[in-house]
T-cell receptor
Framework: GQSLEQPSEVTAVEGAIVQINCTYQ??????LSWYQQHDGGAPTFLSY????GLEETGRFSSFLSRSDSYGYLLLQELQMKDSASYFC???????????FGQGTTLQVKP | GAVVSQHPSWVICKSGTSVKIECRSL??????MFWYRQFPKQSLMLMATSNEGSKATYEQGVEKDKFLINHASLTLSTLTVTSAHPEDSSFYICSARDIGLLNEQFFGPGTRLTVL
């Protein structure tokens, strides 16, 4: 079977830093992606990790530890517009197929 | 950036009718497209992988005779929900992978289907 675990909700204030964790159990692993989705909108790509370590893209960073089947998304200098759902997704192979976690709803407060 | 469009953006239909949803990659070629379904406040569930020029690969539990997928060109995939019922009401989202950007998928804006 395949499963991904991430917290259902996170609340933080503007300007803060928040980390959203994701643990996974999959039959195959090619990489871990993170997507952002605002209410009623399409998911948008944030980052991708195939190898262990930290990937930084502006205010967002993503980390992967393949030996621990664990990754996280780090959001810095939070802004109100960051309020959205964040999904981790595993690529079990090189086909492009994605298996999504249940999503973490981030609420940023003033 | 790469753009994926979906049409229609929303549709309301009567129970028993069929609905076709189009997914197009506007500025890139996609040999593979994916169809997802998302219920309110839930995650995206992969329904099938659509391969240009060949049959779609369906995920376990997804009825291939109910959700017909056709990928006739490198820029167009269609999903037809046949004999729709109220439980098929959902948000249907497609995504496409650019041949040159294999680690990133681009999602369409989604189609909200309501079956009365």
């Amino acid at each position: 079977g395949q499963s991904l675990e991430q917290p259902s909700e996170v609340t933080a204030v503007e300007g803060a830093i928040v980390q959203i964790n994701c643990t996974y159990q999959t039959s195959g692993f090619y990489g871990l992606s993170w997507y952002q989705q605002h209410d009623g909108g399409a998911p948008t790509f944030l980052s991708y990790n195939a190898l262990d370590g930290l990937e930084e893209t502006g205010r967002f960073s993503s980390f992967l530890s393949r030996s621990d089947s664990y990754g996280y998304l780090l959001l810095q200098e939070l802004q109100m517009k960051d309020s959205a759902s964040y999904f981790c997704a595993v690529s079990p192979g090189n086909t492009g197929k994605l298996i999504f976690g249940q999503g973490t709803t981030l609420q940023v407060k003033p | 950036g790469a753009v994926v469009s979906q049409h229609p953006s929303w549709v309301i239909c009567k129970s028993g009718t069929s609905v076709k949803i189009e997914c197009r990659s506007l500025d890139f070629q996609a040999t593979t497209m994916f169809w997802y379904r998302q219920f309110p406040k839930q995650s995206l569930m992969l329904m099938a992988t659509s391969n240009e020029g060949s049959k779609a690969t369906y995920e376990q539990g997804v009825e291939k005779d109910k959700f017909l997928i056709n990928h006739a060109s490198l820029t167009l995939s269609t999903l037809t929900v046949t004999s729709a019922h109220p439980e098929d009401s959902s948000f249907y989202i497609c995504s496409a992978r650019d041949i040159g950007l294999l680690n990133e998928q681009f999602f369409g804006p989604g189609t909200r289907l309501t079956v009365l």
